[in-house]
């Protein structure tokens, strides 16, 4: 759900994602070899391919994108803007690790609605 919140528009976005910005840019250069270089943040928190069961990464990225913005945007919000890159680039060493992950970012996003 916090995902179509952040790809709605109800909210500002933050100034310090621009929406283009590319998901390598803010996570770093070890997400391209998943994500490639031109998926952008916006595009990130629309996926829908984050259900079934090789989506993981995919999860992974859209829960992780919203999280990033939850960490800028929302006072109160249990992780901090580093802890979220840094949870997300562990993360894709494997699809377990990826699917517990994503599920943490789940938790933390609905926590804050």
């Known amino acids: 759900m916090m995902c179509r919140f952040w790809s709605s528009g109800a909210e500002q976005w933050p100034n310090i994602i621009p929406q283009e910005a ?3 840019k803010v996570f770093g250069s ?7 270089p031109r998926l952008t943040v916006l595009e990130a928190t629309t ?3 984050d259900n079934g069961s090789s989506s993981a990464f ?3 990225v859209k829960q992780g994108s919203a999280a ?10 249990p992780l901090d803007s580093w802890e979220v890159k840094a949870l997300l680039l562990e993360a894709l060493v494997s ?7 994503a599920d943490r970012f789940e938790q933390a996003n609905e926590s804050c609605i």
Do not use: P
Request: charged share 30%.
């Open 47 to 49: 996926r829908t391919d």
């Open 30 to 36: 070890r997400s391209i070899d998943r994500y490639g």
């Open 58 to 60: 995919a999860k992974l």
């Open 68 to 77: 990033l913005l939850n960490a800028y945007a929302r006072k109160g919000f």
């Open 22 to 24: 590319a998901v390598s």
């Open 95 to 101: 699809e377990d690790a990826a699917a517990a992950q």
